[in-house]
Structure formats: C-alpha cells, structure tokens
Nanobody, 121 residues
Framework: VQLVESGGGLVQAGRSLRLSCTAS????????MAWFRQAEGEERLFLAA????????RYADSVRGRFTISRETDKNTVYLQMNNLQPDDTAVYYC???????????????WGQGTQVTVSS
C-alpha cells in the first residue's frame, strides 16, 4: 500500500489548509486512515482518524473542533481540513493506514512521505 500526501505549504496564522492523502489500494490493512504530525525533535502525534466503510472518526482533544477529517471512498482519498492554524501547528504531517481506528503511531502499518506545514506568525 502506498500513501501519498499533498496540500502542505506556508500559511499565515489564522488561515486554513486542506491536506490530502491518496491510497494506492484499500485492503483489510487500510480499514482506518489517520493523520499524525511530527515537529522537529518531537515524537509523532495523533491528530485524527477515520474508517473507510462507516466514516467513523476519532480526534485528538488538542485539535477537535479545529481540524476535520473526511474521506472520498471512490477516490481512495482522505482529507484533513485545518482551520485557524497557529505557529504551533508547524510540523510534517503524515497519513497512515491501520487495521483499527487507533491513536498510536505503532498501530499504523503504512505511512506516506509526509507534507510540510509551516505557519508564520
């Protein structure tokens, strides 16, 4: 399974971005898709996850209400809409696939290459 992220970039604080992650295929190993981020020198942190079949979602408390995860099953694509971005949101954003709707990086089997998001003040 290959995952390809896109949509990152440089934005000013308070603006929005939408990230995309397209999967090469959907199997039992891609039951759930998630977004994580990793700032320089820090661990990879869970943001949000969604299941392909039912669209059930899960969010980290830190982004709930500000970030929204969604999917388009016919395009094998998952999105992360990020609103009111702040400098602390600066990181490399990764999508991952898993057999379950988990919130730990260890539970995700496949990862994309990451897309950089930089928020200026």
């Amino acid at each position: 399974v290959q995952l390809v992220e896109s949509g990152g970039g440089l934005v000013q604080a308070g603006r929005s971005l939408r990230l995309s992650c397209t999967a090469s295929e959907r199997t039992f190993t891609t039951h759930a898709m998630a977004w994580f981020r990793q700032a320089e020198g820090e661990e990879r942190l869970f943001l949000a996850a969604i299941t392909w079949n039912s669209g059930t979602t899960r969010y980290a408390d830190s982004v709930r209400g500000r970030f929204t995860i969604s999917r388009e099953t016919d395009k094998n694509t998952v999105y992360l809409q990020m609103n009111n971005l702040q400098p602390d949101d600066t990181a490399v954003y990764y999508c991952g696939s898993s057999r379950a709707l988990g919130s730990t990086a260890e539970g995700y089997m496949y990862w994309g290459q990451g897309t950089q998001v930089t928020v200026s003040s």
